[in-house]
């Protein structure tokens, strides 16, 4: 499987709008792998890249997928790129998790919040070393 450089290219940079500014070199060791060329080429490029949803609900689906999964990593880095984008306000990030108690159950809404508390804890660390 090969895509062309304009998709690879396309991919790319809406992954670091997703996840933000210089994340997508991750995935420049795997250039070649079919599998990394389907995630930057189509999840990326098509998916992530398409105005049929904002950037803010797809980023609301991902987390309600994510959710159900208990994997608070995940949703850190989610949050992560939410929180470079300015996506929520901290009330809604302080929402999120009470809304999805009745939808994903205990467990998994306590890894929501422990990856959202943990996205907040390094946006701190993130503006206190830029002081």
Known sequence: MSIDEAQWQKGLEVFDKVYGPGT???TLPFRDSSFNQEIVGNQFANLWGS???SMREKRLLVLGATAMLGRPDLVEIQMNGALTNDEF???ELDFL???LLFYAGAGNTTAVFRGIEAAKARRKERAAAAE
């Open 24 to 26: 997508s070199a991750m």
């Open 51 to 53: 105005d049929i949803f």
């Open 97 to 99: 998790p009470l809304f």
């Open 89 to 91: 306000t901290d009330e």
